[in-house]
């Protein structure tokens, strides 16, 4: 019996790691990512639009830059970024950046509808 729980242990801890439920902390620490959770792509909003994301540093980045239809606006720290946008179609992107402003790999982009 002892032997059929050792080899069901087994399984599962090899299937947990086979799809990415445990990771080793090498790993998960150069992990660097930005998501944009709202708004979400193809929503109507209003001004002022709060742009809600989630950021995993990893080991370089330190915050975010906010590209509105593919220009610089600003640098922030802040969740939510809180802008205010003509009316109108707009692509939002959020990249990854260091703490000496590098923009790394890592962006979310979504585009809204300001009315």
Not at 21 to 44: E, L
Not at 62 to 88: A, R, T, Y
């Amino acid at each position: 019996m002892n032997h059929l729980k050792s080899v069901t242990a087994s399984l599962i801890s090899a299937a947990f790691l086979s799809l990415g439920f445990v990771t080793s902390p090498a790993f998960a620490a150069d992990k660097t990512s930005v998501r944009i959770t709202a708004p979400k792509s193809g929503s109507t909003v209003h001004n002022p639009v709060m742009i809600h994301y989630i950021l995993h540093k990893g080991p370089k980045g330190d915050h975010v830059h906010l590209f509105i239809d593919g220009q610089f606006s600003e640098p922030s720290h802040q969740n939510p970024i809180k802008i205010k946008l003509p009316k109108g179609k707009h692509t939002l992107t959020l990249k990854v950046a260091t703490a000496g402003h590098k923009i790394l790999g890592p962006k979310s982009k979504v585009t809204v509808n300001v009315e």
